[in-house]
């Protein structure tokens, strides 16, 4: 009887091509995978909060997500809005349940801010946007002495 005996750089050799191998495969098997299950997500920005707004004044606009068919998509959206300007301030985003986010934000002064919208760190088309905040104008014919 003959027995081949492997030297241990042989095995090594092996053991590495093997695992380039399945690594291949399974790298393989994942696109396919994540090609089937992403449908393609489109998002839509609307609403006068985008463009202008007044200050200390509650704004808002609105994010939709719709898949390829046009329909809603309810869940998979993590959108962060990150709004930046002449001075400070928040956004609110508030999750409709029905493919729709409704952002909230007041703007404390008067000026130029940058809206910036991002879904899973990607930013949607057309971010970032710019809002001019005015101070609202007096109106003689309101005001009491």
């Not at 703007?107 to 130029?112: A, D, K, L, T, V």
């Amino acid at each position: 009887m003959f027995e081949k005996i492997w030297r241990f750089d042989q095995i090594e050799k092996i053991a590495r091509v093997q695992a380039q191998a399945f690594a291949r495969v399974a790298l393989l098997q994942c696109k396919r995978l994540t090609q089937m299950s992403e449908p393609t997500i489109t998002y839509r920005v609307s609403g006068s909060g985008l463009s202008e707004a007044t200050v200390r004044e509650p704004t808002e606009f609105e994010v939709t997500a719709v898949n390829t068919a046009g329909e809603p998509v309810v869940t998979g959206a993590q959108l962060f809005v990150a709004i930046r300007g002449v001075s400070q301030t928040r956004a609110r985003v508030i999750d409709n349940a029905n493919g729709t986010y409704t952002v909230l934000w007041r703007p404390p002064q008067s000026g130029r801010y940058s809206i910036s919208i991002s879904n899973f760190g990607v930013p949607l088309p057309g971010s970032p946007f710019f809002a001019v905040a005015t101070t609202p104008e007096p109106c003689p014919s309101q005001c009491e002495l």
